[in-house]
Nanobody
């Protein structure tokens, strides 16, 4: 059974920092590209950051503007999102995503999400 469990959300101050974690189980973690998405009320889900299976390539949404860093620890089956210089508009539910593909098709898994609220 595949599980992606996010943690680390909560209340952050404008200009402050939060670190999100995602623990993966039930998959060969090192075969999966990992991503963080977010969805704010009334808005579509959007990509925050993506990291390749080996960790050598990353990609960020334009709105990140150098404030967030995605990383992974393949030995621990973990992916992280360090969020600095938080803004109120970063308030959203943040989701962990794992994706891989091979000759059998595409494998795509989601966590349940963790709420991030940025407010003074």
């Amino acid at each position: 059974q595949v599980q992606l469990v996010e943690s680390g959300g909560g209340l952050g101050q404008p200009g402050g920092s939060l670190r999100l974690s995602c623990a993966a189980s039930g998959i060969r973690f090192s075969n999966y590209g990992m991503s963080w998405y977010r969805q704010a009320p009334g808005k579509e889900r959007e990509l925050v950051a993506r990291i390749s299976s080996g960790g050598g390539r990353t990609h960020y949404g334009d709105f990140v503007e150098g404030r967030f860093t995605i990383s992974r620890g393949n030995a621990k089956n973990m992916v992280y999102l360090q969020m600095n210089s938080l803004k109120p508009e970063d308030t959203a539910v943040y989701y962990c995503n794992a994706q891989s593909r091979d000759y059998r098709g595409i494998f795509d898994y989601w966590g349940q999400g963790t709420q991030v609220t940025v407010s003074s």
